[in-house]
Every structure is written in C-alpha cells, then in structure tokens.
C-alpha cells in the first residue's frame, strides 16, 4: 500500500491489462487463481500467459503465492490502481496524475489534470491499512458475506461515496462534483480550501458554527447522518464558507443508533469550536438537537445508505394490503363456504344419477359403511347424501433417498477424472524450465568439452 507509482502505466500493452482483468474476475471466487484459469480467461489470441504473468509479478502488479495444495497469482494494490487509472483514462477523464496531496486511514488523495489541463482529485480507497482494520466491525459493507478481500471493500466503500455524492450535489450541498467513479477509484472537482483541523484564527467563528449546524440538520431532514462530522472532513474556502467530504461512513437517519452518531457529531463540533476559537457556550445554542429533526427526504433509500432496508421500507404497504385482505377474507368466508359446499353436492348428485363408475378399481377396502342409526345418511337417493373419496400416493422414506443420493455422489465421483495441470500451469514443465534457466546462466559451456 506505498505510493502510486505510474511510470509503468504507460508501457503496459493491452493484453497485460486483460492479464490483470482475468486475475481480478478469479479472484472473484478464488483467494489465489491458478495459471490455467487466467489463462482461459484472459484467452489471449497469440497466447504467452504466462510470459505476462512472470513480467506483471516483476513490477508487483501480481503476487505469485505457492501453498502446500494450490499455487497462483493475486491481484495487488497496485494492480487494481492501475486498472481502475486505465479505465478512467480510456474514458478520456484522466490525462496525467501528479502529487499525493492526503492520506487517510481509508484512502489515497491525489491531484490529476483532465485532458483540457483542469485540476481534479483522484481519491484512491485502501482499506485494510494497519490503522483501521477493523472495518468489518464498523461498517456493513459487506453485508450478509461471511468472509471478503481488502480490494473488495475498498470497492464497496467508492461505490457508497459516489453515490453519495450524486445525490447530495442533486440537493445542493456544499459537497465536491463527482466527475467519475471506477472500482476503488472516485474522481471528483479539486476544492480550493483547508481542512478545517489546519485553520487557526476566523472572522466570525460563531457564523461558520452556525452555517455547520445548519448543514448537519439539512442532512437530518434528507434523511442521513454524516456520522464523521469532524473538522478533518470539513474544508474552508477563503470566504469561510464550508464544503463537505467523506461520505462512505454515512448512515440512514431511521438506523438503531442514529441518535448516537447525530449526538457524536454535534459533539465533535462543540469540543472543537470551544478548545479552538473560545466560542462561547451561549453562542453554541444554534447547534440541533436530535429530537427536534423532522426527516422530509429520502435521500437514504435513494443511495441505500447503511440501516435502511427495502423490506422495512415496503412493511407499511405490506401491512396495509394485509389488513385489507384480512377483511375481506372475514367478510366472505362464510358465503364462499356454503356456496363451494353447494356446488360440490350437485356435481356428486349429477355424476350418481349417470350410472356406476367404469373404473375397475373398486371401493377401497378401508371405507365401511355407516349406519343411519347414528344419525349418518347412507341412502343414494337422498339429496344430503355424499360419497367419501379417498386419494393414494406413494411416498420415499427419508433414509432411502438418504442411501440413494449417497450411492450417486460416489459413482459420480469415480467416473469423473481428476484435472490434470497442463501447459503453463504444470508444476513439472514449470520446475524444468527454471532448471534450464539456471544452467543457462551458471554453466560455462565450453568448459564442458575441455
């Protein structure tokens, strides 16, 4: 997780970067991805898979992992980095990078220019980093997913943000442009301003307060919470009017500890204007209060933001469709009843009237006639009368479909030939190679013959 280096972007061919799209696709399902894998992924048209595989190893783009039972390749950092610059390049939004100019716990920032010459802000996510590993226990990115790679929630966690994004420059919020957006990659409008943690003295820090306040309210009422509201994330202009960033962390306001993350972030910013600027505490009184929001938007649904559901989201109309067929169902009950008893009791009627039956299985032999002493009507003729039917299937006990699944699962095995390594990804062809190699290069062969 250095620092980008992109000196070698311009030298890679496009068949080294289906290379590294192949390794990205297996890794989809696959911790380390084989030769033969790659190789049938990428199918590149004149061959030479492996030639590619030893060359993006050499400049760490891949990382060859031999175990005791598998060997392969896997993507790094620095591989993704380069596809997602590729694919922005292509897409004619990137022209050159230059500068780091932040880093974070969760990302890379960087300056590029666009093909015009105008700056940008390439912000990079790396999470996994030493300072913040335990992002499986603070965030939900990924979800009902038992187990998932640092590339892949780097991924989850830019896909958040620009969605975010869109949606809070849709609204108007003091918030940077998203340009475009690539796997782990977010490009969006360079702000000209400092972090608010770098400012020392202000005009009227009592305004900017309330100007903040404002902005945590107006997220309340579109339905979200900032939950980072801190002065690292806020960026002051020349006129001390401030823009917004960092938004990956951001929660539904309808989330079960909404109320925590509301009152952290007014905290945040009561501790920080009170040690940093004097500010009063009377002065303090414009910053919001949890109780008093009123959500209006739904800017949570719109970017599924954390702690918003759609099946929560959908309860009210399921319960009110329930409660209306419920109704129904009580009302009608009794009427759809009688009237299927009737209509069951003349087609028994017409089909007695017809005849016997031609079919030659006969009563069963369970059924015994009732008496009418019982109170039960036995007569044909009767207009109450109605004759028992009776249904009969067979059915497998659960240990013999137990014992017969099991006797396939083996013969399925014994049929099925184990894959053989071939080619590139054989062991044998592989260690034969890097012995001729090494012959090559510590043997003399003249002095073979002397």
Not at 105 to 118: L, W
Not at 353 to 364: A, M, V, Y
Not at 432 to 444: G, P
């Amino acid at each position: 997780m250095g620092k980008l280096n992109v000196a070698l972007l311009r030298y890679l061919e496009p068949e080294d970067f289906r290379v590294l799209t192949a390794v990205e696709m297996g890794m989809k399902n696959h911790e380390i991805v084989n030769s033969a894998l790659i190789a049938s992924i990428a199918n590149l048209k004149h061959g030479g898979v492996y030639k590619r595989l030893k060359e993006l190893s050499k400049h760490r783009l891949l990382c060859f992992e031999k175990g005791k039972k598998v060997e392969g390749y896997r993507l790094t950092v620095a591989g993704y980095d380069f596809l997602a610059l590729h694919t922005l390049c292509s897409r004619g939004l990137i022209e050159s990078v230059g500068a780091q100019i932040g880093v974070g716990k969760e990302a890379d920032i960087y300056e590029v220019r666009d093909p015009e010459g105008n700056k940008l802000c390439l912000k990079l996510h790396r999470l996994g980093r030493t300072s913040f590993r335990r992002v499986r226990e603070k965030r939900d990115y990924h979800e009902h997913r038992n187990s998932s790679s640092w590339l892949l929630l780097s991924r989850l966690s830019a896909t958040k943000e620009a969605r975010f994004l869109e949606a809070l420059v849709t609204r108007g919020f003091p918030v940077p442009r998203k340009y475009g957006h690539n796997r782990h990659a977010v490009l969006m409008e360079l702000v000209d301003g400092v972090p608010l943690c770098q400012v020392q003295e202000l005009g009227n820090p009592a305004t900017l307060l309330e100007r903040l306040g404002e902005l945590i309210t107006e997220l309340a009422s579109c339905g979200v919470i900032h939950c980072d509201f801190n002065e690292f994330n806020i960026l002051v202009k020349e006129d001390e009017s401030p823009v917004l960033i960092d938004f990956p962390q951001m929660v539904s306001f309808s989330h079960r500890d909404a109320r925590m993350y509301f009152e952290r972030d007014v905290e945040c910013l009561r501790r920080f204007f009170e040690r940093r600027f004097r500010v009063s505490p009377k002065e303090m009184d414009c910053l919001p209060e949890f109780d008093d929001m009123v959500r209006q938007g739904e800017m949570d649904v719109e970017a599924e933001a954390s702690g918003w559901r759609r099946d929560a989201a959908d309860s009210d109309n399921l319960d009110d469709v329930a409660s209306e067929d419920s109704e129904d169902e009580e009302g009608g009950a009794s009427y759809e009843a009688s009237g299927n008893i009737e209509e069951t009791a003349e087609g028994l009627l017409e089909e007695r009237e017809k005849g016997p039956s031609k079919d030659p299985i006969g009563d069963p032999p369970c059924l015994v006639p009732l008496n009418e002493e019982a109170g039960l009507i036995s007569d044909p003729g009767h207009p109450d009368f109605f004759e028992s039917v009776s249904t009969v299937a067979s059915t497998i006990a659960p240990e013999v479909a137990r014992e017969r699944i099991r006797r396939e699962m083996g013969r399925r095995a014994r049929t099925t030939k184990n894959p053989r390594a071939k080619g590139d990804s054989d062991v044998i062809g592989r260690k034969r190679r890097e012995a001729k190699r090494v012959i090559k290069e510590t043997v003399c062969v003249g002095s073979i013959w002397e």
